[in-house]
């Protein structure tokens, strides 16, 4: 965890009206499932985990998706596995674009639910079917995963925050129904960094936000966790002692970013920085670690 007066301090404007009335929808619903798949980026685990969903999932036995992994460090990947399973929950690592361990997700499910299976077995109810809320935040990948694992296009995806508005009940396969949900956010960030990592991977939109402040502060960020992917991108060893705006600077100085009388153009640069790091220019990273 790095100081938080190291980094530019933001204002961020985020909660949508909608999301009250998509929360309302769960906890009216929540009662009907009989587990929560609560989807995650692999990149930001903690970032992207809503934590009113412990709330709202009170109770349910609770699957989590890693998603996006190919885009998330591996090795960090497997740290925040381990941790989830500590917790008593089930993980699976999945990347739904190219559909990477999402074959895997019905067996998951199958396991979480195998005391609910062997008691309507008992009761001589095995062909009961079982029903799987799926929750995440935004633009965390959740229809391209319900798609993947219906092996159709069953819910609506999009690159956009918001694009799932209400309840849809989708079977995967025989005996499962999933209950596809708006991705939700949460009233009140506990600290910026959630915030500012919810912006740098999209989750909430980034206009919001001052793209050069949010990229000076993600240079520090990668500049504590994977100094080489400075080096290796754009040619300088950055300086320990220099500020966010100073390794944008740096950066824009190496890409020939310049305006008039040989000042650097910070804002080509953020922006820059950002598309890289969206297209997975800067390697595979993740920006969070497990405590």
């Known amino acids: 965890m790095m100081a938080e007066n190291a980094f530019e301090k933001m204002n961020i404007q985020w909660f949508p009206g909608h999301m009250t009335k998509a929360q309302r929808m769960i906890e009216e619903n929540v009662k009907l499932v009989d587990a929560v798949c609560e989807i995650l980026d692999a990149r930001?685990?903690?970032?992207?985990?809503?934590?009113?969903?412990?709330?709202?999932?009170a109770g349910k036995p609770r699957l989590v998706i890693l998603n996006r992994c190919d885009l998330a460090d591996p090795a960090v990947t497997k740290l925040w596995s381990e941790y989830f399973r500590a917790q008593g929950l089930a993980v699976?690592?999945?990347d739904a674009r190219s559909g990477r361990g999402v074959s895997g997700f019905g067996a998951?499910?199958?396991?979480?639910?195998?005391?609910?299976?062997?008691?309507?077995?008992?009761?001589?109810?095995?062909?009961?079917?079982?029903?799987?809320?799926?929750?995440?935040?935004?633009?965390?990948?959740?229809?391209t995963f319900i798609n993947k694992v219906a092996g159709r296009k069953a819910a609506a995806a999009g690159d956009k925050p918001?694009?799932?508005?209400?309840?849809?009940?989708?079977?995967?396969?025989?005996?499962?129904?999933?209950?596809d949900t708006?991705?939700?956010?949460w009233p009140k960030f506990d600290s910026q960094e959630v915030g500012e990592m919810l912006a740098v991977t999209n989750a909430i939109k980034s206009d919001v936000l001052d793209r050069e402040t949010l990229a000076a502060n993600f240079m520090l960020r990668l500049r504590a966790l994977y100094p080489e992917a400075i080096e290796k991108r754009?040619?300088?060893t950055p300086d320990p002692e220099a500020n966010g705006f100073e390794?944008?600077?740096?950066?824009?100085?190496?890409?020939?970013?310049?305006?008039?009388?040989?000042?650097?153009?910070?804002?080509?640069?953020?922006?820059?920085?950002?598309?890289?790091?969206?297209?997975?220019?800067?390697?595979?990273?993740?920006?969070?670690?497990?405590?």
């Not at 930001?44 to 999932?57: G, Q």
């Open 108 to 143: 998951a499910v199958r396991a979480l639910l195998a005391d609910k299976l062997a008691e309507y077995e008992r009761k001589g109810q095995s062909g009961r079917g079982l029903k799987v809320m799926v929750l995440g935040i935004p633009n965390v990948g959740k229809s």
């Open 92 to 94: 699976l690592e999945t």
């Open 44 to 57: 930001i685990p903690r970032a992207s985990r809503n934590p009113d969903i412990d709330r709202l999932a």
């Open 247 to 291: 390794l944008l600077e740096q950066a824009a100085r190496k890409r020939g970013f310049l305006v008039s009388r040989g000042e650097v153009d910070t804002e080509r640069m953020a922006n820059t920085l950002l598309d890289e790091y969206h297209g997975g220019k800067l390697g595979r990273l993740t920006l969070e670690r497990p405590e």
């Open 234 to 236: 754009y040619g300088f």
């Open 182 to 185: 708006p991705g939700i956010l």
């Open 162 to 179: 918001g694009v799932t508005r209400g309840r849809q009940w989708i079977s995967v396969d025989r005996g499962l129904d999933l209950l």
